[in-house]
Every structure is written in C-alpha cells, then in structure tokens.
C-alpha cells in the first residue's frame, strides 16, 4: 500500500494573531510540530517527505521535499 495521503498544516497563533508554531501531520498521522523559526524542518517517519518552514519578510512557505530515505520495518 503506497497511496499517499493528504498533507495537514496546522498553525497556531498567539493571541495577537502571530504565528507560533506550526504542527505537521503526515500519513494521517502528527509527526511534529515547527517552531516558527526559519529553516525549520521535520520529516516524516513514514513516507520519509520533509516538511519545510521557510520565512520570509512578511509570509512564509511551507514546502514539501522528497528525501531519499529509506525505511526500514513493518511489512
Ligand atoms: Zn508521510
């Protein structure tokens, strides 16, 4: 079973309306949270996809790269 499955950012704010953090869920599942810092990352234990955080002047990107890891385990 390789189907894919959809990607879920969830950003929390502060009371201000600031980002604070940004937690991941992959593969139906939550693999992490991003501290709002630039250059965040965290991949994914799963699918091996790494999710980036990259800040910019007034927006951010949250960007999906492929890594080339391999899994070990279950099957
Ligand atoms: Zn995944």
Redesign the pocket.
Known sequence: MSK??P?DYRVNLGQNGNVISIEVT??K?R?GELRYHDEQSIT??????RHLLRLQYNHFHLALTESGITLTGET
């Open positions: 894919k499955y990607v992959c593969c599942r693999i994914c234990p799963v699918c091996g996809a």
